[in-house]
């Protein structure tokens, strides 16, 4: 069984309770993505597994300056981050996308003066916001 803590993590950057995890294994090797879905840190470990122990293989930490989640109508997508100040362009173009074509999602941008995430366009909590989903 597995434990609520085993999916989450504590953000390192904003300090939000529930940064994703998301892994995956092929062969003997796996990789461990912890990104915060609203500042956009992330955390990347690769691993190699001996007798089924774990091997540290690669880590690194990204400073976050925002994430996005971008979800088409009728369909899904994951969470995204900025690893480095995104370009104006970008910026409008999800705004656009979840202010005028019907999108879901959000987009938070880091705020480097206040230091915490700031959430430009949308919402976190739109999900369920389509005709006939409640």
Same mark, same amino acid.
């Given at each position: 069984?597995?434990?609520?803590?085993?999916?989450?993590?504590?953000?390192?950057?904003? $300090?939000?309770?529930?940064?994703?995890?998301?892994?995956?294994?092929?062969?003997?090797?796996?990789?461990?993505?912890v990104m915060c879905?609203?500042?956009?840190?992330?955390?990347?470990?690769?691993?190699?597994?001996?007798?089924?122990?774990?091997?540290?293989?690669?880590?690194?930490?990204?400073?976050?300056? $925002?994430?996005?989640?971008?979800?088409?109508?009728?369909?899904?997508?994951?969470?995204?981050?900025?690893?480095?100040?995104?370009?104006?362009a970008v910026v409008?173009?999800?705004?656009?996308?979840?202010?005028?074509?019907?999108?879901?999602?959000?987009?938070?941008?880091?705020?480097?003066?206040?230091?915490?995430?700031?959430?430009?366009?949308?919402?976190?909590?739109?999900?369920?916001?389509?005709?006939?989903?409640?």
């Amino acid at each position: 069984m597995y434990e609520l803590s085993d999916m989450h993590e504590k953000c390192r950057q904003c $300090g939000f309770d529930y940064a994703r995890i998301d892994t995956e294994r092929w062969n003997n090797n796996s990789a461990r993505r912890v990104m915060c879905p609203v500042c956009g840190w992330t955390k990347h470990e690769e691993h190699q597994w001996i007798q089924e122990q774990p091997m540290l293989l690669k880590r690194n930490e990204s400073h976050g300056f $925002g994430a996005y989640r971008l979800v088409p109508p009728g369909g899904y997508s994951g969470y995204n981050a900025f690893h480095s100040i995104p370009d104006p362009a970008v910026v409008e173009h999800i705004k656009e996308l979840l202010e005028t074509r019907g999108w879901k999602g959000y987009l938070t941008l880091w705020d480097l003066t206040a230091n915490r995430a700031t959430l430009v366009a949308g919402s976190p909590l739109q999900k369920f916001d389509q005709a006939g989903n409640g």
